[in-house]
């Protein structure tokens, strides 16, 4: 959770936040423009921020403590959790976890775009109405294809870029939609 974004829902200047808590306005800040993390501050003033903004500890601190991983590993990740969760219990986990728009917020455009095209995705295959939570993330796109590194790699080895169209051609419409070329999220081992 970005202070930034609380303060703006709160209506609260970084430096009401710093008086009400008691953080310097430096520390504060410092915070909300990225050059000092979250992770990196005591637990005191963690506390005092949290409680101040009325919010847990352990929200503020998730993205602070989440680190970035490859996107091939977090597509594995999404595709294995949707198999173990289960449709209704993985579109259930993802909006009420907002992790959509916790994405998007940091700037991690391929995951959350690929995250809203999984639940867009699953919406349709249940027959499940669409979330216009995020109608305005929908209006967004890669600026360049996101292919698999598999069918990158074919493309790389033969010299020959046909491989991608094929891959285009065969994607689930909801991934294509946002430039992201996904043509299998159900059989994974």
């Given amino acids: ?3 930034n974004n609380i303060l703006q829902q709160k209506q609260m200047s970084k430096y009401q936040l710093s008086k009400l808590s008691g953080v310097p306005y430096s520390t504060v800040s410092d915070l909300c423009s990225g050059k000092v993390s979250l992770a990196k501050c005591s637990a005191g003033t963690v506390y005092k921020l949290a409680k101040k903004l009325g919010v847990s500890m352990d929200s503020l601190l998730l993205d602070a403590m989440e680190e970035r991983q490859t996107f091939e590993i977090f597509k594995s990740n999404i595709c ?3 198999k173990e969760m289960g449709d209704f219990d993985f579109i ?3 909006l009420t976890s907002d992790v959509i728009r916790r ?5 991690w455009y391929a995951e959350c775009l690929y995250l809203l095209a999984m639940l867009d995705y699953l919406c349709r295959e249940n027959e499940l109405p669409i979330c216009s939570d995020y109608d305005d993330i929908r209006m967004i796109r890669l600026t360049e294809p996101l292919y698999p590194i598999s069918v990158s790699g074919v ?9 991608k169209q094929k891959a285009w051609d065969d994607a689930i ?6 430039n992201i070329v996904e043509g299998e999220v159900r059989n994974v081992i």
């Fill in 103 to 107: 994405y998007y917020n940091k700037k």
């Fill in 173 to 178: 419409p909801e991934f294509t939609r946002f």
């Fill in 80 to 82: 294995h959790r949707v």
């Fill in 155 to 163: 493309c790389a080895v033969i010299k020959d870029d046909s491989y």
């Fill in 92 to 94: 259930e986990h993802i």
């Fill in 1 to 3: 959770m970005l202070i």
